[in-house]
C-alpha cells in the first residue's frame, strides 16, 4: 500500500531563516505531487504541484520554492522565512484523482 | 474568485441524526468532486467522491449528491456519530495532466451525543 511521509511535524523559526521541508512517497511511481498551506481559520492553498522529476508548477508568488529531485520525493524551500510563512503545511499525492495528504508540518515563524 | 463555495462555516448536529453539508461550484469545466474530512493538526483523508456523469455515490453512511444544473454537491452522513465531529472540505477538478484540485473553506461538523 501506499504511504505518505512528511517531516519534521513541527518547526518554530525565526524570521530571515531558510526552510526545507521534505516529503517521499512509498509504494507507487511516478505520482503527481503537490505542496498546500493552511493558514489559521483558512481553508487549502495550493502552493506548488509536480507531475514529474524535475517539473515543478507554481501557483502563487512568494518566497517559497519547492522541488521534486526524485521520482517520490517532493522538497519545500525558502532562502529567507517571513512572518506570513507561519502556517501548516500539506503535501499530497495523487494517482489521479483523488489526493493522499500526508500529517502534515505545523511551521512557526517568529 | 471562490470557484468552490461552501457557505455554512459549521453546523451542528444529534449523535443519530443527518448531517448534510452542502457546496456549490462555479467553474463547469470541473467534472470530478470530493469531500475530506480534516482533524485538526492533521492531513485531510479522503472520504467520497462522484464523477459528473452520476448524480450519486454512496459508500457506507456517507452519501454525495451532484446537481450539475445548480451547480451544486451535498454530502449526506448517517446516522451521525461523535466521531464524524471534524472539518469536511469539498474540492474539485477538471482532470488534466495535473489533477489539481480546488478547495472550499471547510465547514466545521459537530455531532453532539
Known amino acids: 500500500s501506499q504511504t505518505i511521509h512528511q517531516w519534521p511535524a513541527t518547526l518554530v523559526q525565526p524570521v530571515g531563516s531558510p526552510l526545507s521541508l521534505e516529503c517521499t512517497v512509498e509504494g507507487t511511481s511516478n505520482p503527481n505531487l503537490y505542496w498546500y498551506r493552511q493558514a489559521a481559520g483558512r481553508g487549502l492553498q495550493l502552493l506548488f504541484y509536480?507531475?514529474?522529476?524535475?517539473?515543478i508548477s507554481s501557483e502563487v508568488p512568494q518566497n517559497l520554492s519547492a522541488s521534486r529531485p526524485q521520482d517520490r520525493q517532493f522538497i519545500l524551500s525558502s532562502k529567507k522565512l517571513l512572518l506570513s510563512d507561519s502556517g501548516f503545511y500539506l503535501c499530497?499525492?495523487?494517482?489521479?484523482?483523488?489526493?493522499?495528504f500526508g500529517p502534515g508540518t505545523r511551521l512557526t515563524v517568529t | 474568485d471562490q470557484q468552490v463555495k461552501q457557505n455554512s462555516p459549521s453546523l451542528s448536529v444529534q449523535e443519530g441524526r443527518i448531517s448534510i453539508l452542502n457546496c456549490d461550484y462555479t467553474?463547469?469545466?470541473?467534472?470530478?468532486f470530493l469531500w475530506y474530512k480534516k482533524y485538526p493538526a492533521e492531513g485531510p483523508t479522503f472520504l467520497i467522491s462522484?464523477?459528473?456523469?452520476?448524480d450519486k455515490n454512496e459508500d457506507g453512511r456517507f452519501t454525495v449528491f451532484l446537481n450539475k444544473s445548480a451547480k451544486h454537491l451535498s454530502l449526506h452522513i448517517v446516522p451521525s456519530q461523535p466521531g464524524d465531529s471534524a472539518v469536511y472540505f469539498c474540492?474539485?477538478?477538471?482532470?488534466?495532466?495535473?489533477?489539481?484540485?480546488?478547495f472550499g473553506k471547510g465547514t466545521l461538523l459537530t455531532v453532539n451525543p
Open positions: 467553474n463547469s469545466m470541473f467534472d470530478y
Open positions: 474540492a474539485a477538478t477538471g482532470g488534466g495532466s495535473n489533477y489539481k484540485l480546488t
Open positions: 499530497a499525492w495523487s494517482p489521479k484523482y483523488e489526493q493522499y
Open positions: 509536480s507531475v514529474g522529476i524535475g517539473q
Open positions: 462522484i464523477s459528473s456523469i452520476k
